[in-house]
């Protein structure tokens, strides 16, 4: 057989091709020219034959597949490649897939000369893989590095170029009626710009937790002596002054003092009873119960409301699904990412304990969330 070395410079062009015609089946790829979706594959084939061909140590070998191996230029061909497939919409695994195509193809091509391999073809196959390897990391690493980047440059943008206008408008609206007096119609029209601006903050104050626990160490529990019946009472009279016309009921039973994320604790109550509060049916009451026991305090939070499909049930606290839909409230031209259910989730998993729903028409809809006394172990935490 030929040299694989010789064989990928010699069958460059065809090579080239089948790498075009499969980044051509990419959806990102619609729209793009020749040579973006060939973009950098030319060097990258020069760097997979010169590195075939380069000598290497047995040392230096587990240093490459250890991800060790000295660098030869600032930004490789994989790295630029994979900044622009950023760039152009590709997400990671098509980038990904479209080395696991090269190395299929290539294999392909030098295996079809029917010839039987000699001990230096499979050395050669050997470092063909591992130079295949040392393109996908370095494609890997500079995408999430870039990912990342662009990640803190959008909760930069969140944290002041959104927040400050909202809050502006919050503010505007609440001095309107200190500086004169307004008719019937402007003091609604200034409440629904307060209710429109506590919304737009608490979406941009979801978000940032959405993005620590996607992105990065999850929920940190910082746990403190706190009072579970106090925190309920606390927020339940809230939600009265909210919805004054509202029946929100609460009962506390049993011992609710103990070690927990205040903070954290008073989220999953706001979440869950602004949830009910939002798919009950109109002129039907909120029940809440917070019940103390020897291992836990569980928190339940009960309304009486269109039912949600059993079919939904499984994926209701992923972090992009619409609550709406899953209680029959479809809304047209609506987008919903259903941040706080997964919230909610995410803090009780970070005590150490699990939320649940049961729905039925006839019993309506109940969550409950469990909140262990004893802090769980964690290697990593603050639990």
Known sequence: MTALAEFIRGNRGHIIEEWEV???????????????????????LNFIAHDIDSNQTGA??????????????KHTAAETHAALRLAGGFEIDQMVSEYRALRASIIKLWSAQNTEPTRQDILDLTRFNESIDQEVAE???HYTKKYNHLEDLFLGILSHDIRTPISAAHMCAELMPKIGSLNAKQTMLAEQIVDCTLRATEIVTNLFALMN?????????????????????????E?????????????????TEGNWDKARIAQVFSNLIGNAVEHGFKGTPVDINVKGTATEVELAVHNQGVPIPATTMGKLFDSLTGSDEEHGKEQAGAVHMGLGLYITKEIVVSHGGKLSVVSSEKGGTTFVAHFPRAAPYSLGGKS
């Not at 909210?242 to 049993?254: A, C, D, F, H, Q």
């Open 139 to 141: 494609s890997v690493g």
């Open 213 to 237: 626990a996607r992105f990065g160490s999850g929920y940190p529990v910082v746990r403190c002596p706190m009072d579970m019946g106090f925190v309920a009472r606390q927020l339940v009279e």
């Open 239 to 255: 939600m009265r002054t909210v919805y004054p016309t509202l029946e929100i009921r609460l009962e506390v039973s049993g011992e």
């Open 22 to 44: 499969f980044a051509q089946s990419l959806v990102p790829a619609v729209g793009m020219n020749s040579l973006a979706l060939r973009d950098h594959i030319e060097e990258m």
């Open 60 to 73: 230096e070998q587990i240093q490459k597949s250890q991800g060790g191996k000295a660098r030869s230029s």
